[in-house]
């Protein structure tokens, strides 16, 4: 079946800009997390959403936000962005389990910020 | 804060040998354990995972084992192939959350 899938893999914003970036699940996973890779913070959780609520946040500012759809495909946005929001997007999902389930990982979004 | 580490950034082994990675972890909290590969700017792939209930899990040729007293686990890959190369990232989620804490990546060179 087919895996997580990210759009678009790679996109370039100005500071300032705002951007969307989409994830479409595992067919049949209700959970979908929003993960950050840069190479001085690591990979860093967002956020997750189940059933279209945010169950979980992580420790990022308010310019960072998601939504999830009830096909359980989902968005997040970054708005006013900064230089520093250059990174890897990496989307997740899960079958909706609270522990205990492999989590799998999307291709990733490339966000390049100048 | 940083709950789950992987102390060696690089590890560099030869073709047929076995390949260990280590993590170590400081929440008590945490009760799942996976391990990724993952190459540049491309999503992690899913390798394996313990549950804490367990010390040991193996698929194929690679093992995790978890010693909860020591709040350590360890990625065996036996035996190691080229295509094995890449950064090796442990994470651990607590009980009750799909929240992936991550170690800070081996990165793993499989030399012919």
């Known amino acids: 079946k087919a895996g997580v899938t990210q759009t678009p893999r790679y996109l370039i914003k100005t500071r300032g800009q705002q951007v969307t970036l989409s994830c479409s699940p595992i067919s049949g996973h209700r959970s979908v997390s929003w993960y950050q890779q840069t190479p001085g913070q690591g990979l860093q959780f967002l956020f997750e959403y189940f059933s279209e609520t945010q169950r979980n946040k992580g420790n990022f500012p308010g310019r960072f936000s998601g939504r999830q759809f009830s096909n359980s495909r989902s968005e997040m946005n970054v708005s006013t962005l900064e230089l520093g929001d250059s990174a890897l997007y990496l989307c997740?999902?899960?079958?909706?389990?609270?522990?205990?389930?492999?989590?799998?990982f999307g291709e990733g979004s490339w966000l390049t910020v100048v | 804060d940083q709950q789950v580490k992987q102390n060696s950034p690089s590890l560099s082994v030869q073709e047929g040998r076995i390949s260990i990675l280590n993590c170590d972890y400081t929440?008590?909290?945490?009760?799942?354990f996976l391990w990724y590969k993952k190459y540049p700017a491309e999503g992690p792939t899913f390798l394996i995972s313990i549950s804490s209930i367990k010390d040991k899990n193996e698929d194929g040729r690679f093992t995790v084992f978890l010693n909860k007293s020591a709040k350590h686990l360890s990625l065996h890959i036996v035996p190691s192939q080229p295509g094995d190369s890449a950064v090796y990232f442990c994470?651990?989620?607590?009980?009750?959350?799909?929240?992936?804490?991550f170690g800070t990546g081996t990165q793993l060179k499989v030399e012919l």
């Open positions: 997740a999902s899960k079958s909706g389990g609270l522990s205990g389930n492999t989590i799998y």
């Open positions: 929440n008590s909290m945490f009760d799942y």
């Open positions: 994470a651990a989620s607590p009980r009750g959350g799909n929240k992936l804490t």
